[in-house]
């Protein structure tokens, strides 16, 4: 599987960007999408993943109620849709993905994907 994320660029507090993870090679049908974000000296941290099978989700604190994960079967793609971003939201955004199998429960665990996009850029300016 190869991963393809974009959508990232520069914008003001406030407004919103939608994050795109297409898969290339094979389907999600039986993968946890996630996309991660490492800001400029920080952890690579965990934003929000979904199960496609059952499009069960998981957000980080920081980010709940502002951003909205949704898939395109047909696209084999799955959005990001950040909203209301602020500026602590700067970040180099990755996709990742790993087979159900490797389990829900260790989706924080980045050792746990197979696979991962090459990042996009996010900056959030006050």
């Known amino acids: 599987v190869q991963l393809q994320a974009s959508g990232g660029g520069t914008v003001q507090a406030g407004a919103s960007l939608r994050l795109s993870c297409t898969a290339s090679?094979?389907?999600?049908?039986?993968?946890?999408v996630t996309w991660f974000r490492q800001a400029p000296g920080k952890e690579r941290d965990l934003v929000a993943a979904?199960?496609?099978?059952?499009?069960?989700?998981y957000y980080a604190d920081s980010v709940k109620g502002r951003f909205t994960l949704s898939r395109d079967n047909a696209k084999n793609t799955v959005y990001l849709q950040m909203d209301s971003l602020r500026p602590e939201d700067t970040a180099v955004y990755y996709c990742?993905?790993?087979?159900?199998?490797?389990?829900?429960?260790?989706?924080?665990?980045?050792?746990?994907?197979?696979?991962w996009g090459q990042g996009t850029l996010v900056t959030v300016s006050s």
């Open positions: 090679g094979r389907t999600f049908s039986r993968h946890t």
């Open positions: 979904i199960r496609w099978k059952d499009a069960l989700t």
């Open positions: 990742a993905a790993k087979e159900d199998r490797a389990g829900w429960s260790t989706i924080s665990n980045r050792d746990s994907y197979n696979y």
